[in-house]
C-alpha cells in the first residue's frame, strides 16, 4: 500500500506518521501467522481491507486518523492474539505446524473424533510421528501424491483404530488435509 500526507499542521503530522508505523504493525503481525485459511484470520485481514475502502486515506482529517488508529491497534491486538494461541498449539505438535492446522480444521469442523482436546492431540502427534518416519524412509513419496495419500491413509487407519475410531469420514478428511498441508508447505 502506498499513500502520501500533506502537511497541514505538525499535529496533523504526527498523526499521520503514528497512523503509518501502526499500520505497519498490524500488517506484519497479520503476515506472521501460519494459517491463512483460520476464519479469524480472514476475519481481521477483511476488517484490514475495510479500514482502508472506507475512504480515501490521503483524505483523513485527524479525528478520523484517530480512529483509524484505533481500529488498527485492535487488529494488531486480536492478530497478536491469535499468533500466541497458534504458536501454543503449533509447540503441542513439536512446531509442526502442518498438524497445528490440521486440528483446527477437525475443530472447525465439528469432527468429534475423540472426547478431549488433550485425546485429539495425541492421535494427531502420533500420526505426525509415523508420517514423519514414513517420509524419512522414502523421500520419493512426496514425488507422488496419491501414492503418499495411500500411505498416510494406512497410517491414520491404524491410528484411529487404536483409539476405537471406525468412521471413515473423518480418516478422509484427516487424510485429505494431511496430504494437502504436506503439498502445500512443499510448493513454498
Known amino acids: 500500500m502506498q499513500f502520501t500526507f500533506r502537511k497541514i499542521a505538525t499535529h496533523e503530522l504526527q498523526i499521520a506518521d503514528k497512523f503509518r508505523s501502526e499500520l505497519e504493525r498490524a500488517r506484519?503481525?497479520?503476515?506472521?501467522?501460519?494459517d491463512k485459511k483460520d476464519p479469524k484470520f480472514?476475519?481481521?485481514?477483511?476488517?484490514?481491507?475495510?479500514?482502508?475502502?472506507?475512504k480515501n486515506i490521503e483524505e483523513l482529517d485527524s479525528a478520523e486518523m484517530d480512529a483509524a488508529i484505533k481500529d488498527l491497534k485492535n487488529i494488531y491486538e486480536q492478530a497478536n492474539a491469535l499468533n500466541n494461541k497458534d504458536a501454543q498449539l503449533a509447540a503441542k505438535y513439536e512446531n509442526d505446524t502442518k498438524f497445528a492446522k490440521i486440528h483446527k480444521r477437525i475443530n472447525e469442523n465439528n469432527l468429534n473424533v475423540l472426547q478431549s482436546e488433550f485425546a485429539l492431540q495425541a492421535v494427531l502427534l502420533n500420526i505426525k510421528h509415523k508420517t514423519d518416519i514414513t517420509v524419512l524412509n522414502n523421500q520419493a513419496l512426496l514425488n507422488n501424491q496419491d501414492y503418499f495419500s495411500e500411505a498416510t491413509k494406512r497410517t491414520i487407519i491404524e491410528t484411529l483404530e487404536e483409539k476405537g475410531i471406525q468412521d471413515l469420514n473423518v480418516v478422509r478428511f484427516i487424510n485429505t488435509t494431511l496430504v494437502n498441508e504436506y503439498f502445500y508447505q512443499r510448493a513454498i
Open 42 to 54: 480472514i476475519s481481521l485481514f477483511e476488517e484490514l481491507k475495510r479500514l482502508f475502502k472506507k
Open 28 to 34: 506484519k503481525e497479520l503476515e506472521g501467522n501460519f
